[in-house]
């Protein structure tokens, strides 16, 4: 078994230095969290926002804390079910691994939505805390009273190029977003199409840290130096807005 660990941490330290070698620098490297949830919708946006920057991006997908290494340059956590992901998470230590790189490079950028969300500002009994903003589960109340609706954005976000849906790479599953609003109409107002599927929300009186959407009077994103947490699905529509900020926050952090 030692020897067995042995191995492993050999081919993991050779597989870093060989990316370290081979890569390209200007690549940013996107590790996605896939506990569970809305990962390949996010993969897709990735692509999509990367495409319309013209970033060269590696989708590295993260199912073990050992492949969380300090080449990532930033991080999504989905949206989903936070209570599945804390589980899933418990025999390979992702969430584990991904909360030390988060403390370790606090200005590498981070996306969490909804689940993703609730992990960042309620990671743990022993973590700190990654958003100065309390969350609550499910107040919108059940997964019947999800709904869509526009909300109010402010953070400030890179124009991309226009780009068709078949110019998006599909996974080797050939799995297909789901034909969630059509954003990119929306794409230069402040207007941002929100899908809220058993939502969390901020405890509003708990916020400090900055606001970046809402909901009428209601707070539904906020921004925590670089980690930006928003309670809707973003990756669910054709607006890649916040995945075009993340890759860009990954882009000038480098
Ligand atoms: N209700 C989920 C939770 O508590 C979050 C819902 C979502 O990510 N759409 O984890």
């Known amino acids: 078994?030692?020897?067995?660990?042995?191995?492993?941490?050999?081919?993991?330290?050779?597989?870093?230095?060989?990316?370290?070698?081979?890569?390209?620098?200007?690549?940013?490297?996107?590790?996605?969290?896939?506990?569970?949830?809305?990962?390949?919708?996010?993969?897709?946006?990735?692509?999509?926002?990367?495409?319309?920057?013209?970033?060269?991006?590696?989708?590295?997908?993260?199912?073990?804390?050992?492949?969380?290494?300090?080449?990532?340059?930033?991080?999504?956590?989905?949206?989903?079910?936070?209570?599945?992901?804390?589980?899933?998470?418990?025999?390979?230590?992702?969430?584990?691994?991904?909360?030390?790189w988060m403390e370790q490079h606090p200005h590498r950028p981070v996306l969490g939505t909804c689940a993703g969300a609730i992990l960042l500002a309620n990671p743990g009994e022993l973590q700190t805390p990654f958003l100065r903003a309390g969350i609550s589960r499910n107040a919108w109340g059940r997964q019947r009273d999800s709904f869509e609706a526009e909300v109010e954005i402010s953070l400030k976000t890179p124009s991309g190029e226009s780009i068709s849906p078949q110019n998006v790479k599909r996974d080797k599953f050939n799995h297909q977003p789901l034909p969630v609003g059509d954003g990119a109409s929306l794409e230069n107002t402040t207007s941002f199409h929100g899908v809220f599927i058993r939502a969390p929300r901020f405890d509003q009186s708990s916020i400090e840290c900055t606001p970046v959407a809402s909901l009428g009077e209601e707070i539904v994103g906020v921004l925590d130096g670089h980690r930006l947490a928003l309670t809707f699905h973003p990756e669910l529509t054709g607006d890649y807005r916040f995945h075009r900020w993340l890759l860009n926050q990954a882009n000038l952090s480098q």
Request: charged share 25%.
């Open 1 to 100: 078994m030692e020897h067995l660990v042995q191995w492993y941490t050999r081919l993991t330290l050779c597989r870093r230095t060989l990316r370290e070698v081979l890569l390209p620098s200007s690549m940013v490297r996107v590790g996605l969290a896939m506990l569970q949830g809305a990962r390949d919708e996010h993969a897709e946006a990735l692509r999509a926002a990367s495409i319309q920057l013209n970033i060269d991006i590696e989708i590295v997908e993260l199912r073990s804390g050992v492949e969380v290494d300090s080449l990532l340059d930033c991080i999504v956590l989905p949206g989903g079910e936070s209570t599945a992901m804390r589980k899933a998470s418990q025999s390979e230590s992702l969430l584990t691994a991904l909360y030390s």
